[in-house]
C-alpha cells in the first residue's frame, strides 16, 4: 500500500507509523493436543502514518479489526507481521521489558469508561497509578498535586480526588480515563471508540474536550470510531476499514466530499440526515448480504461480494491502496469513482 497524506510533504516526519502491519489469530482445537485448524485474520496489511498534533480517523462496521489495531499500536498485542515505529524507533514486537520507556510516548483512552476503570480505586489512586509504574515521571512528594492538577485539565473537580467510579456519570468516567492517559505526558492517544458508550449530549462534550487538549498540549491522536459524523468533526486525516484492510484514505474533505470506494461510499449514504427537509432526497446506499468472516475472506477484494461493481478481476487480484491516475486520494479499487451520496437526489 502507498498512501503519502498530510504533512510528508512538508517534510514533517510521523510520530507513528505502522507499515504492512498484520495481526491474525490462531484457532485452535483439541484438550491435550491443541492444533491450529485456521486464523482469524483481524488485521491484514494496514499502513498507517500520524503526524504530530494531528487526527487520523480510523472508520469501519464492527468486526473490521478497528481495537485490534488499536491494541497493535500500543503494544498491548503483537504483530504477526509488519512494522510499528514510534517516533522513528521499532517498536513492533518489542518485550514487555523494552517496551517500558516507549509507553509513556503512546497512551490508550478505552471505548467503555464503566469497565476500564477499577471500582476499588478512588479516582486519585487511578489518575495516579502510572506515577507508580513510571516514578522518574513524577517525584512522589509532587504527585498528588499533579492528579489534581490532571483533573482540573479535563474539567473535573479537584477535591474529588478521594471519590470512585460508581460516584460519577459516563461522560465524567470518561474524563478521568482520559486524564489517566495524560499522566505520563504522552504525545501520542490512540482513543478507541471513546464516545460510543456515551449519550449524545455528552458526546460532544468529550470530543470538545478533546479538542482542547490537542491544541493545550500538542497531541496527535489516532482516533478510532463507528460513527462518521463524530470522526468528521474531529479527524485531519481518515482512514475506512473494511475486514481488516484500509479500503480508502485520505483527508476529512476527500473522504466526506469526494468518496471513491464503493464501501466508503454505502457508509455515508447511511449517515442520517438532520434536516427533516432533506431527508429521502439523497441516493441512499444499500448493501446487499453480510460482512463476510475474517476467518475465511473472499479472495481478491475483500467488499467484492457485497459490492454492485465487482467483477471478475475483482475476485482474482487483490487491489492496492493507490493513489488515482488524476492525483485522486488513495483508494483500493478497480474502478473507483467519486460519488455524491450526501445531496444526490434520486
Given at each position: 500500500?502507498?498512501?503519502?497524506?498530510?504533512?510528508?510533504?512538508?517534510?514533517?516526519?510521523?510520530?507513528?507509523?505502522?507499515?504492512?502491519?498484520?495481526?491474525?489469530?490462531?484457532?485452535?482445537?483439541?484438550?491435550?493436543?491443541?492444533?491450529?485448524?485456521?486464523?482469524?485474520?483481524?488485521?491484514?496489511?494496514?499502513?498507517?502514518?500520524?503526524?504530530?498534533?494531528?487526527?487520523?480517523?480510523?472508520?469501519?462496521?464492527?468486526?473490521?479489526?478497528?481495537?485490534?489495531?488499536?491494541?497493535?499500536?500500543?503494544?498491548?498485542?503483537?504483530?504477526?507481521?509488519?512494522?510499528?515505529?514510534?517516533?522513528?524507533?521499532?517498536?513492533?514486537?518489542?518485550?514487555?521489558?523494552?517496551?517500558?520507556?516507549?509507553?509513556?510516548?503512546?497512551?490508550?483512552?478505552?471505548?467503555?469508561?464503566?469497565?476500564?476503570?477499577?471500582?476499588?480505586?478512588?479516582?486519585?489512586?487511578?489518575?495516579?497509578?502510572?506515577?507508580?509504574?513510571?516514578?522518574?515521571?513524577?517525584?512522589?512528594?509532587?504527585?498528588?498535586?499533579?492528579?489534581?492538577?490532571?483533573?482540573?485539565?479535563?474539567?473535573?473537580?479537584?477535591?474529588?480526588?478521594?471519590?470512585?467510579?460508581?460516584?460519577?456519570?459516563?461522560?465524567?468516567?470518561?474524563?478521568?480515563?482520559?486524564?489517566?492517559?495524560?499522566?505520563?505526558?504522552?504525545?501520542?492517544?490512540?482513543?478507541?471508540?471513546?464516545?460510543?458508550?456515551?449519550?449524545?449530549?455528552?458526546?460532544?462534550?468529550?470530543?470538545?474536550?478533546?479538542?482542547?487538549?490537542?491544541?493545550?498540549?500538542?497531541?496527535?491522536?489516532?482516533?478510532?470510531?463507528?460513527?462518521?459524523?463524530?470522526?468528521?468533526?474531529?479527524?485531519?486525516?481518515?482512514?475506512?476499514?473494511?475486514?481488516?484492510?484500509?479500503?480508502?484514505?485520505?483527508?476529512?474533505?476527500?473522504?466526506?466530499?469526494?468518496?471513491?470506494?464503493?464501501?466508503t461510499q454505502a457508509l455515508l449514504s447511511a449517515v442520517p440526515?438532520?434536516?427533516?427537509?432533506?431527508?429521502?432526497?439523497?441516493?441512499?446506499?444499500?448493501?446487499?448480504?453480510?460482512?463476510?468472516?475474517?476467518?475465511?475472506?473472499?479472495?481478491?477484494?475483500?467488499?467484492?461480494?457485497?459490492?454492485?461493481?465487482?467483477?471478475?478481476?475483482?475476485?482474482?487480484?487483490?487491489?492496492?491502496?493507490?493513489?488515482?491516475?488524476?492525483?485522486?486520494?488513495?483508494?483500493?479499487?478497480?474502478?473507483?469513482?467519486?460519488?455524491?451520496?450526501?445531496?444526490?437526489?434520486?
Amino acid at each position: 500500500m502507498n498512501a503519502e497524506l498530510g504533512q510528508a510533504d512538508r517534510g514533517v516526519d510521523p510520530v507513528l507509523e505502522a507499515k504492512d502491519l498484520v495481526k491474525h489469530f490462531p484457532i485452535q482445537r483439541g484438550v491435550v493436543v491443541k492444533r491450529t485448524v485456521g486464523h482469524v485474520q483481524a488485521v491484514d496489511g494496514v499502513d498507517l502514518k500520524l503526524y504530530p498534533g494531528k487526527t487520523l480517523g480510523v472508520v469501519g462496521e464492527s468486526g473490521c479489526g478497528k481495537s485490534t489495531l488499536a491494541k497493535l499500536l500500543v503494544g498491548l498485542e503483537s504483530p504477526t507481521s509488519g512494522s510499528i515505529k514510534l517516533q522513528g524507533k521499532e517498536i513492533g514486537n518489542l518485550s514487555n521489558r523494552r517496551m517500558r520507556p516507549f509507553r509513556r510516548d503512546i497512551q490508550l483512552v478505552f471505548q467503555d469508561p464503566y469497565t476500564s476503570l477499577n471500582p476499588r480505586l478512588t479516582v486519585g489512586d487511578i489518575v495516579g497509578e502510572p506515577f507508580e509504574i513510571h516514578p522518574e515521571v513524577v517525584p512522589r512528594a509532587k504527585r498528588a498535586g499533579e492528579v489534581k492538577e490532571l483533573l482540573d485539565m479535563v474539567g473535573l473537580s479537584p477535591d474529588h480526588v478521594n471519590r470512585y467510579p460508581h460516584q460519577f456519570s459516563g461522560g465524567q468516567r470518561q474524563r478521568i480515563g482520559i486524564a489517566r492517559a495524560l499522566a505520563l505526558r504522552p504525545q501520542v492517544l490512540v482513543c478507541d471508540e471513546p464516545v460510543s458508550a456515551l449519550d449524545v449530549s455528552i458526546q460532544g462534550q468529550v470530543i470538545n474536550l478533546l479538542e482542547r487538549l490537542q491544541n493545550e498540549l500538542g497531541l496527535a491522536y489516532v482516533f478510532i470510531a463507528h460513527d462518521l459524523s463524530v470522526v468528521r468533526h474531529i479527524a485531519d486525516e481518515v482512514a475506512v476499514m473494511y475486514l481488516g484492510k484500509v479500503v480508502e484514505q485520505g483527508t476529512g474533505p476527500e473522504i466526506y466530499d469526494h468518496p471513491r470506494h464503493p464501501y466508503t461510499q454505502a457508509l455515508l449514504s447511511a449517515v442520517p440526515v438532520p434536516d427533516p427537509d432533506l431527508r429521502g432526497q439523497r441516493d441512499e446506499i444499500v448493501l446487499q448480504g453480510d460482512v463476510p468472516s475474517p476467518i475465511d475472506p473472499p479472495s481478491g477484494c475483500r467488499f467484492r461480494t457485497r459490492c454492485w461493481k465487482a467483477t471478475d478481476h475483482c475476485a482474482e487480484e487483490v487491489p492496492s491502496l493507490d493513489v488515482g491516475d488524476n492525483g485522486t486520494h488513495p483508494t483500493a479499487c478497480f474502478y473507483a469513482e467519486e460519488r455524491d451520496v450526501t445531496h444526490a437526489v434520486k
